[in-house]
């Protein structure tokens, strides 16, 4: 099974400054990775996949990179809205969710 | 558009099945799997399996062989997924969610609003 990591853990940003999502995989996953966000009481929402191609709808200020074993997502300019969880997953392999990242108000 | 509607909250006591349904709307049911991801209070997304819409072929998480039963009733457009012998490990969120367009294992682009299921005596 692949298994996936993400840094840090918990992640305080503060409104207007840019935060960078860490995802490692314990081998090549190519450029099947996708990333989700997911609120309280939501159910998760995707941001990314194929390493860096938005979803439907989602603002330009998430972006996605990478390859290979080591992954990233950039949200730029952190609006209210962006405080969640976010999780990385591989689809190159069967499939895994990496633990999550949670970003909080700082 | 694309919904995916699942069945209410439940409570089951120690050692009983729950079976949860979710209801596709929007789109051709059968061309697209659907998968199931359980999420337990306060912890990460755990992958249960997918059921392929189209032929009813299943595959399971291997933590859950033996104990899991996804189905679909393609006339109605839903998928099911049952639990048996459920323990206090089991109460979490459930989602249904729908892969990728061409994917087996694959991104998930839809997903259900998640049913709660407790496992308490």
């Known amino acids: 099974e692949i298994v996936m990591t993400q840094s840090p853990a918990t992640l305080s940003v503060s409104p207007g400054e840019s935060a960078t999502l860490s995802c490692r995989a314990s081998?090549?996953?190519?450029?099947?990775l996708a990333w989700y966000q997911q609120k309280p009481g939501q159910a998760p929402r995707l941001l990314i996949y194929?390493?860096?191609t938005r979803a439907t709808g989602i603002p330009a200020r998430f972006s996605g990179s990478g390859s290979g074993t080591e992954f990233t997502l950039t949200i730029s300019s952190l609006q209210s809205e962006d405080f969640a969880v976010y999780y990385c997953?591989?689809?190159?392999?069967?499939?895994?969710f990496g633990q999550g990242t949670k970003v909080e108000i700082k | 558009q694309v919904q995916l509607v699942q069945s209410g909250a439940e409570v089951k006591k120690p050692g009983a099945s729950v079976k949860v349904s979710c209801k596709a709307s929007?789109?051709?049911?059968?061309?697209?799997?659907i998968h199931w991801v359980r999420q337990a209070p306060g912890q990460g997304l755990e992958w249960m399996g997918w059921?392929?819409?189209?032929?009813?072929?299943?595959n399971y998480a291997q933590e859950f062989q033996g104990r899991v039963t996804m189905t679909r009733d393609t006339s109605i457009n839903s998928a099911y997924m049952e639990l048996s012998r459920l323990s206090s490990d089991d109460t979490a969120m459930y989602f249904c969610?729908?892969?990728?367009?061409?994917?087996?294992?694959?991104?998930?682009?839809?997903w259900g609003q998640g049913t709660l299921v407790t496992v308490s005596s």
């Open positions: 969610a729908r892969a990728g367009e061409g994917f087996t294992f694959g991104y998930f682009d839809y």
């Open positions: 929007g789109y051709t049911f059968t061309a697209y799997y």
């Open positions: 059921i392929n819409t189209h032929t009813g072929d299943t």
């Open positions: 081998q090549s996953v190519s450029f099947s």
């Open positions: 194929g390493a860096s």
């Open positions: 997953q591989q689809y190159n392999n069967r499939q895994t």
